[in-house]
């Protein structure tokens, strides 16, 4: 019997806010989203984010602190989302379907959350390596825990760890933007690099 309870706490949790206080910060992230859509994620500074979400340039730092807290949050709300399908969701991501299904389902949805975040990402952790913490660990924790499952044999944090390496942030950059990889090609590689490590 395997033991299905998260992995670790889902990313996000904070202490009951007033409502005006939340409503603010719901209306200031918000506000980040549509200018990251309408004018690129260069465009969002404190200043534009106050004046479109229509709140004090004040409350945006309260709220957040400083500019990359602000995109930290934004990615959190995208991170949280991510994991609530790994942990709660529908198969083949959730957790109904068998650990290969959700073995093969992850690298897509990894792929395909990463490139939609490429940007976010490298400005809300401001490091070289773009990489979000909580979310790394977690990532590496799910994919540990369905190759125990699977079986597979072997040091199972580093094969984990290996599975991971292709979604890093400057990989991915250097793939689709220089490179010119598709992701049906990333895709198609990542699954291929999965079968030969569950068949050995």
Do not use: C
Request: charged share 25%.
């Amino acid at each position: 019997m395997t033991d299905d309870r998260p992995l670790l706490p889902i990313l996000g949790g904070r202490p009951v806010e007033r409502s005006d206080a939340a409503r603010n910060r719901v209306a200031i992230l918000e506000a980040a989203q549509r200018l990251i859509a309408r004018d690129g994620i260069d465009a969002v500074t404190m200043d534009a984010v106050a004046a479109e979400a229509g709140v004090g340039k004040g409350t945006v730092f309260r709220r957040f602190d400083s500019r990359q807290g602000l995109m930290a949050a934004l990615l959190d709300h995208s991170e949280s989302a991510w994991q609530a399908a790994i942990l709660f969701g529908p198969p083949p991501l959730g957790p109904d379907a068998d650990p290969m299904e959700r073995l093969l389902a992850f690298g897509p949805s990894r792929l395909e959350t990463t490139l939609a975040n490429l940007d976010l990402i490298r400005h809300a952790t401001g490091g070289p390596s773009g990489r979000s913490q909580p979310p790394y660990v977690f990532a590496v924790s799910h994919l540990r825990h369905l190759l125990e499952q699977l079986g597979v044999r072997g040091d199972l944090p580093l094969l984990a760890t290996a599975l991971m390496a292709p979604f890093e942030v400057h990989v991915l950059e250097q793939q689709t933007r220089r490179d010119g990889f598709t992701v049906e090609r990333i895709k198609a590689g990542w699954i291929d690099l999965v079968r030969r490590i569950v068949r050995d």
